[in-house]
């Protein structure tokens, strides 16, 4: 395993050269001369912009300024955002990465359950209304162009009912007398979900251990203990309502995300279920006269979990990267939206790293799939 | 909190600094602007609506300007008294002291951005607090009006308590670049205001909030524009002021001074959809956005409950440019039949249905002060074959002869014989022309413009062709390769016209100068460098409307159109003294001083 870790780290950093070296020839591709638009940039004071050619290498021949550009993006410096000057383009990243996390992370989440449950119940039950409605309905909005999808979810629910927010991540009015800041709330709901997530595994593990002597029926009461602990600990922080308010803000992205994408985990599932409720485990475990949902929940669905988990490690990637559409429509400042401003306003430093780091993550998420490969499936063995 | 009259307006994009500094220097955004408006005092500023020059900060006009030795040097020199009783929101007065401050700061720091506009270093020298409330402001040559009452006396004045320990530092930070970094990159906390707003809070992608000024100096002051041209402000018990003219007679405008909003919320949205939709649901009050609604959101907004459309010219023109290096457009008489044969008014409202609105001078109507309305409108008003005929006319007159000369068909109603072989008054056949204009997809107007006046040019036997091309191409041909015949591109305009110098100056001729088509006329030079030494805003004023005539005549630019600025704003919720405004709205910061709740 820690050979072909390895190797993967190995084709990761190659493939992250090829990518930076991608993002130079396109931004020097692009009309106009790339030097004198950092150089002469009039918004900055004319010493920035000569520290700027002198980082950046800007009155040095082309070759000279690409392996500049590799050194900074390396040592991560992108160098200061025209458009948040003085503000390091990193921070900026930073800064919005977790609105973005938080909210895709939970659409995908939502989505890949939705399809998951879906996919097996109708590769379970085949030719039935359930699976002819979901089905068209499923594969109807996922070829639904996404940016009007999304305008017609706001009319409908946000103008026309009046049940959800129009867009944005918050209402001022309930924020105007919060002493926090909505990026350490956002933080705060990513440790909650990450504290959560390792208890609930912590739970499973236990639960898994102690079967043999009944202990598997005591993971649910715990694991709603635990929910409710952490419910608690936000009402006593005084900022619940700031969090409940964010909650409020994501229902609507994260319903059109879910709707727009579940069918593809569904149909994904189905296939992967078909072909597994054929196997001889399956015919075993039937002939021994298990449950039908055990057969197919803990037999069959585990099996099909390979490629819908690599789907679901690819849709966060995707996620980040294709958020623009969605964050702009529901005015949501992630690093979709700021990338999009970044091209808007010519900022090029923030485009050159927002499209490196989407394309960081991109290979981060191939490494963890293929980790997850392993621990997800006893019979893979890595060489 | 409940029962706060809030005025929540949506912008769509987010802030980038809510450092004062940093906003007049690098972080010069409109948004930025927006928000940041009106929460700094002014010496002078433009009256609402009509922009006159009046008083802000300061209690009446400057002393003139007076030559005097200071220290063996020769410079020019003014002063100016301050209101009494003006404070900042922590309780402290403002003073002369804050305007030095900030004034020197700007000189010393080098700072960049608009600030060398306001604090010329060519022009400023220093300034000096007499007392608390007398200002004393020397110059190194005499400044025009450019450089002072319309540069220098609209500086916003920073608290000087609160920033002179953030410059200290800024002052120790190394090189002059770190020290500018150091005061950028200072994020207020608590900085006083002497506005009608304190900046209370900023939600980065979320929003801004501003809250009332509770100790605003000018809450209750009455202003009045009357017919007559005066100005007058009165705030009883505090101050009176007139100008221009005796205050009697009829009143234009009449408004009271607030804030009468609590608090000011400035939602960001990530499209103007998205914004349009939280006013239609009434989620916000007004929508600020610097060039209004397009078409298609005017139209979702149409027949909505609780809403006010309205329509004001923009602060901007388009023209069409001649390249002066190149025959035959140094040739006035080629200029003049080029601009008769542009039918401006069959484009504006026949082809493009009253989305534009056609202009002749440089300066638009809605600036009231320096607009000259009696500028020659060449072709208004003619007929299509009274337009050929004139250019014909205007073409021959100046010695151009035609193989084929272009004739109209006897009703006018289409050309009998279109012009063949145009040849210049040297002989030469007129060279093969291009104007180059953006194409449809960065700005449909501007490339219907190029399109039908290809067509009109080659009718009479003009070679014209238009080349409709990326907006960042024209740029580099035109301002700094200086490679082309004809241009259309557009200005965006401030109030002061000095650009009517930066733009058709001879010294701006050169590479990356405004002046591209290297328009160069002595006499005009002259009028431009007497304007921008004047220190009178009246005779100024006088200079600008000869100016305007002389281009109208001359026409280094045939200028085109404008556009209008529509916007929507909840009118079953708020309302504004005025809404008639060169820029809309969106020009003042959606006037959150003026603006009422129902």
């Known amino acids: 395993m820690a050979g072909y870790l390895l190797r993967r780290v190995s084709q990761m950093i190659l493939t992250l050269f090829l990518i930076l070296t991608v993002t130079f020839v396109l931004v020097q591709a692009q009309p106009g001369d790339y030097a004198s638009f950092y150089a002469l940039n009039p918004d900055l004071p004319p010493d920035v912009r000569e520290q700027m050619r002198a980082t950046f290498g800007l009155d040095r021949p082309v070759w000279e300024q690409y392996l500049i550009h590799m050194r900074n993006t390396v040592t991560g410096n992108f160098g200061v955002s025209f458009g948040h000057f003085p503000r390091p383009v990193l921070d900026v990243l930073a800064e919005r990465l977790p609105r973005t996390i938080v909210l895709f992370v939970s659409a995908t989440a939502v989505s890949f359950y939705v399809g998951f449950l879906l996919g097996k119940a109708i590769a379970w039950r085949r030719g039935g209304i359930l699976e002819y409605a979901a089905t068209i309905s499923g594969t109807a909005l996922f070829t639904a162009f996404t940016p009007a999808f999304a305008l017609m979810m706001i009319w409908i629910f946000a103008f026309r009912l009046g049940w959800l927010p129009v867009g944005k991540f918050l209402d001022p009015l309930v924020w105007r007398d919060a002493d926090v800041s909505s990026t350490s709330v956002f933080s705060l709901m990513l440790l909650t979900a990450a504290a959560f997530l390792a208890f609930a595994s912590l739970v499973s593990f236990a639960s898994r251990r102690s079967q043999r002597i009944g202990g598997r029926r005591s993971a649910v009461p715990l694991l709603l203990a635990g929910a409710l602990v952490l419910a608690l600990a936000w009402y006593l922080s005084g900022i619940g309502n700031l969090a409940l308010d964010i909650l409020r803000h994501m229902i609507l992205p994260v319903a059109t995300l879910t709707l727009i994408s579940f069918a593809g985990t569904m149909l994904l599932t189905r296939n992967s279920m078909l072909e597994t409720v054929r196997e001889d485990f399956v015919m075993a475990a039937r002939a021994k006269g298990l449950p039908d949902a055990q057969v197919r929940d803990r037999h069959a669905a585990r099996n099909a979990l390979l490629p819908v988990v690599t789907s679901l490690i690819y849709s966060l990637v995707f996620a980040i990267d294709g958020s623009v559409i969605v964050e702009s429509v529901f005015s949501w400042p992630g690093i979709g939206l700021t990338l999009l401003e970044a091209v808007r306003t010519e900022d090029l430093p923030l485009v050159m790293g927002a499209i490196v780091f989407i394309g960081f993550l991109s290979l981060l998420a191939h490494l963890v799939v293929d980790v997850l490969y392993a621990c997800l499936d006893p019979r893979i063995r890595y060489r | ?598």
């Open chain 2, 1 to 598: 909190m409940q029962g706060d009259r809030i005025y929540q307006l949506g912008i769509t994009a987010d802030l980038t600094t809510t450092n004062h500094w940093s906003y007049l220097g690098p972080d010069g955004t409109t948004w930025n602007g927006y928000v940041l408006s009106d929460t700094k005092p002014v010496l002078f500023s433009y009256s609402g609506q009509r922009f006159d020059w009046v008083p802000s900060l300061a209690a009446d006009f400057p002393s003139p300007l007076r030559e005097e030795v200071v220290g063996g040097r020769t410079l020019w020199s003014t002063e100016i008294e301050l209101k009494q009783g003006v404070e900042w929101s922590d309780g402290t007065d403002v003073t002369a002291d804050d305007f030095v401050f900030t004034a020197h700061v700007a000189r010393d720091l080098q700072l960049t951005g608009n600030w060398p506009s306001i604090v010329d270093p060519e022009f400023f020298d220093h300034a000096e607090a007499l007392d608390p409330y007398t200002l004393k402001i020397y110059f190194t040559k005499r400044p025009g009006l450019a450089r002072w009452q319309f540069g220098l006396a609209f500086m916003p004045v920073l608290s000087r308590a609160y920033w002179e320990p953030v410059v200290a530092e800024a002052r120790q930070a190394g090189d002059i670049t770190e020290q500018q970094r150091v005061l950028y990159a200072h994020v207020p906390e608590g900085e006083p205001s002497a506005g009608g707003f304190v900046f209370d809070r900023w939600e980065q992608g979320a929003y801004a909030e501003k809250d009332r000024n509770e100790g605003f100096y000018f809450t209750g002051s009455v202003v009045t524009l009357y017919a007559n041209g005066a100005y007058g402000e009165v705030k009883p018990g505090a101050y009176e002021f007139s100008a221009y003219g005796t205050p009697e007679g009829e009143k234009a405008l009449e408004f009271t001074v607030g804030p009468f909003a609590d608090s000011a919320i400035y939602s960001i949205y990530g499209s103007q959809d998205a914004t349009v939709l939280a006013l239609k649901k009434g989620d916000i009050d007004f929508m600020l956005n610097p060039l209004g609604l397009s078409k298609g959101l005017q139209q979702q907004l149409q027949g909505e409950d609780g809403l006010t459309t309205i329509e004001n010219p923009s602060s901007g023109v388009r023209y069409l440019g001649f390249n002066f290096r190149k025959p035959p457009m140094d040739d006035r008489a080629f200029r003049e039949a080029v601009a008769t044969l542009i039918d401006k008014e069959f484009l504006t409202e026949t082809v493009l249905q009253g989305v534009a609105i056609p202009v002749y001078t440089m300066v638009p109507e809605g600036n009231t002060a320096w607009h000259n309305g009696d500028v020659p409108m060449i072709g208004r008003g003619m007929s299509r074959a009274e337009r050929v005929a004139r250019a014909v006319e205007l073409l021959k007159g100046a010695g151009f002869t035609w193989e084929v000369e272009p004739r109209m068909s006897d009703d006018g109603a289409f050309m009998e014989e279109r012009g063949e072989g145009l040849r210049m008054p040297n002989g030469e056949p007129v060279p093969p022309m291009s104007l180059i204009a953006p194409s449809a997809g960065y700005d449909p107007l501007r490339s219907t413009f190029a399109i039908w006046i290809e067509r009109w040019m080659n009718e009479v036997g003009i070679p014209l062709r238009a080349d409709l091309t990326g907006f960042n191409l024209i740029v580099d041909k035109v301002f700094t390769q200086q490679d082309f015949d004809m241009w259309i591109l557009g200005w965006g305009l401030t109030l002061f016209p000095d650009y009517l110098e930066t733009f058709f100056h001879s010294r701006y001729s050169g590479l990356e100068g405004r002046n591209a088509g290297g328009y160069s006329n002595p006499e005009y030079d002259r009028l431009a460098d007497d304007f921008l030494a004047e220190t009178d805003v009246d005779a100024a004023r006088e200079q600008v409307f000869r100016m305007q005539q002389f281009l109208a005549e001359d026409l280094p630019y045939v200028v085109l159109f404008t556009t209008p600025i529509v916007e929507t704003f909840r009118s079953d919720r708020i309302d504004f003294p005025y809404t008639e405004i060169l820029g809309g709205l969106q020009e003042s910061a959606g006037l959150t001083s003026l603006v009422t709740f129902r």
